[in-house]
């Protein structure tokens, strides 16, 4: 039978590059490690790292036993993590990632409000406009917008968001766009991380559909919404912003909506997890909690 401890050590040697580096982050001697993952080896019957005076290598086995420890020290975790809700609330900790937005302005305030009600849960949350593999990185939820295309994972719906097309006033006094096909041929600011930036389904005043394709070539890229805002603000051209992070430069005049009897479809906002059987209790409340507060 595996043994907890010893999959324990292996991961944390393995996440920190150096059997010296893992004694030091658990606590143990260097000998004690050692002795561990010989064992880990020798019950399993393979080589699971290559040891060289500089470096620790894994092998084709050590790799799948790698993130598939890490997956069942997960679920270990939430295991006992339930048990003990069951008597004294949600414990352990929950790791949360969110684009450095959406995160300041919406998710921060709410996991605050959850972590006071929550006493005996450690929270750590993590700003990345990159989309994190959720099991190796450890995450438990990641709140992400738009559409989703990764089946590996589950996705729970909290709410829809509007997106606008925005731009200066001095910029659109320049260009008065005031039809579709203007939108169409316009400077757009792109957001390079989108699978499709340059083609948006959009409705007009009467309800009716259509794909409006940006037919000028971009010459201004972005990877976040804040960095399209900052281009949008500074005169670059025109942005495809949510409501939610443009309501104030709306409110104060700094950006403009343009063409406002154009629609573009809503956007959803999801809390993403891992596809496994036994969703852990501070998963599932914090995930209602969220759709609570932001519903």
């Known amino acids: ?13 393995v996440d920190s590059g150096s059997l010296t580096a893992a004694a030091g982050v ?21 080589t699971l790292l290559l040891r060289s005076t500089r470096r620790l290598t894994l092998t084709e086995p050590g790799q799948l036993f790698y993130q598939r420890g890490v997956t069942l020290l997960k679920e270990a975790e939430s295991l006992q993590d339930d048990v003990r809700a069951n008597h004294a609330g949600l414990t352990g900790e929950l790791r949360i990632t969110t684009t450095p937005e959406y995160g300041a302005q919406v998710v921060i305030p709410i996991l605050a409000a959850f972590s006071q ?8 949350h993590v700003s990345s406009s990159h989309h994190a593999d959720l099991i190796s990185e450890r995450f438990d939820v990641a709140i992400r917008l738009g559409t989703l295309a990764d089946s590996r994972y589950h996705a729970a719906l909290i709410a829809r968001f509007t997106i606008l097309p925005v731009a200066t006033p001095e910029w659109q006094a320049h260009h008065a766009v005031d039809s579709l096909e203007a939108l169409a041929q316009s400077e757009w600011i792109v957001h390079e991380r989108l699978s499709t930036p340059l083609r948006w389904q959009v409705s007009d005043e009467h309800g009716r559909s259509s794909t409006l394709e940006i037919k000028r070539a971009p010459r201004v890229f972005a990877d976040s919404a ?34 406002p009897g154009v629609t573009f479809a809503q956007q959803g906002i999801y809390a993403v997890y891992p596809d496994a059987q036994h969703v852990p209790a ?14």
Request: hydrophobic content about 55%; glycine content about 8%; proline content about 2%.
């Open 1 to 13: 039978m595996l043994n907890l401890q010893r999959i324990t050590i292996f991961v944390a040697v």
């Open 26 to 46: 658990l606590g143990l001697t260097k000998a004690v490690v050692s002795f561990n993952i010989r064992q880990l080896e020798n019950e399993l019957g393979v």
């Open 117 to 124: 009600q929550h006493p005996g849960l450690r929270v750590r």
């Open 226 to 259: 804040q960095a399209l805002m900052a281009f949008a603000l500074a005169g670059s051209g025109l942005a495809l912003l949510p409501e939610w992070l443009v309501k104030t430069a709306l409110e104060e005049g700094t950006l403009l909506h343009i063409l």
């Open 282 to 295: 501070k998963v599932r409340t914090f995930i209602d909690f969220l759709r609570a507060r932001v519903g």
